[in-house]
């Protein structure tokens, strides 16, 4: 009998499973995407519900180079072929939600992938290898499983009455449905300000409320905080327009029997002063979870992040299932509201290390790397080249690093995006530097448009830690001694190779640490 066990089983073909299923392709695995839809981007066929997305589109960078030109691209997959890009597909900044629709189609097709639509898995067992049933008897079988499903449940929050209340994945955003109304949103992400920002012009109020103060995507550097292209309301509020924010907690919903409700609010600035508060509509704006509900209790991965995403290793595995991978938004619990694992110019760089982990792991490929010279000064050439042309280590930020590790023959080895915290192969025991690209500590609290306040002089490497903006750290990690960093100050245009402020500083560093500790 023959053998019909996969190598992998992806669940879920958004931009995830689509990015894993050109790599597992092009690497001659076998393999299957199952999708619960009819074609690819379930997701984005619903959502964002103006369908307007908030992921950028910058087609004219100046730049030749296509690598430096996906740090502007937060649309496109990965992949070798140019018609494969998204700003092919449309030419707007903010794109049109159904322009990603068709662009994923695309690529599946043009890549060939193999995937089984209509395909709505309901059971994942392990009586060994996984079993993956899906809604009408078909079964799977693979060695490994991922799931790259994205999050499918709303997050509501524990409310007394928050039933009653619209969800933000099935409200009306017909504005005219609300014409003279008293609108509550609860929620103070981009969802939330994205409904209401569609209602400016037809409530008569609309009050935007959570627990916690609006958080700015430009200070925070966290592109799910407030986007700029969605906080009119803020306008509208601080210009005395009837709209406003609360900050404070719901308490309780009530559903009055006209139709409307009596909303109990706890303010947070004012000694926890509740109010009930007549509204017409309340909307449900609280983002997503991850559905955990298909696994088998042989097989159910832990939660983490109040139980919204899987818990994983550095690896993107379970940490209580082996064999059990994540890929995609969910994979957010590495960086959540830090970083950008929640999003496609992020997690495409974390699915292609997740695939050269399992090449790695699973069919004994080695981590893409080149040799170089272990001389300071070929090192920190190395470095430069690096950091002024990678988009992986710009656009995971703190999440994955380059590696050199030296080999003890006056060589060493030069890997690219790793997961910071990856431990054992392909890095070793022995010892190695880390590169990445991080914002400076407490950068959230900077004002960036107060230049009196907080900025480095950009010509001062030895205050190069203390900077807030996005610069290159490289650290040195040795067992058993404290890891020794080297900060490369930040710079306007990200240009770091000015012989005297960049190059040489780094060369010493890296004469220093060879010097200190055996090769």
Known sequence: MADNTLDYLVIGAGPAGLQLGHFLHRAGRTYLILEAGSGPGGFFRTFPRHRTLIS????HTGWDDPELNLRMDWNSLLSDDPG??????????????????RYLCDF???????????????????????????????????????VAAGVTLPNVPPIPGVETADLYGTASTDPADYLGQRVLVIGKGNSAFETADNL????????????????????????????????????????KSQNALLDGDIRRIERQP????????????VNEVTKDIPYDRVILCTGFRFDSSIFADGCRPGLAIGGRFPALTPAYESVDVPGLYFAGTITQSRDFKRGTSGFIHGFRYGVRALHRIMESRHHGVPWPARELPADPAALAAAVIDRVNRTS??????????????????GTARYLEELPHDLQGPPIGERGHFAITLEYGPDHDRADPFDIEVGRISQSDPARA???????????????????????????????????????????????GRTASVPA
């Not at 950028?56 to 087609?59: E, L, P, V």
């Not at 900077?467 to 080297?486: D, K, N, Q, S, T």
Request: proline share 4%.
């Open 56 to 59: 950028i589109n910058k087609k």
């Open 84 to 101: 494969l890009l998204f700003t092919r597909y449309s030419d707007r900044y903010f794109p049109h939600a159904d322009d990603m629709v």
């Open 108 to 146: 599946a097709e043009a890549c060939g992938l193999r995937i089984d639509y209509d395909a709505r898995v309901v059971k994942v067992e392990r009586p060994g290898d996984f079993r993956v049933s899906v809604a009408d008897g078909r079964t799977y079988r693979a060695r490994r499983l991922v």
């Open 200 to 239: 400016i012009e037809t409530a008569a109020v609309i009050h935007v409320a959570g627990p916690h103060s609006v958080r700015m995507a430009w200070r925070t550097h966290y592109v799910g905080h407030l986007r700029a292209v969605n906080n009119n309301l803020l306008d509208t509020y601080q210009l």
């Open 258 to 269: 006209d139709g409307t409700y009596l909303v109990t609010v706890a303010f947070a600035r």
């Open 392 to 409: 992986a280590l710009w656009q995971q930020f703190g999440l994955l690093a380059d590696v050199i590790v030296l080999n003890g023959d």
């Open 465 to 511: 830690h203390e900077g807030h903006y996005l610069h290159p750290v490289v650290r040195h990690h040795v067992p058993g001694r404290p890891v020794a960093a080297h900060h490369i100050t930040e710079n306007l245009e990200n240009e770091w190779d000015s012989p005297e402020v960049h190059v040489e500083p780094l060369r010493a560093f890296f004469a």
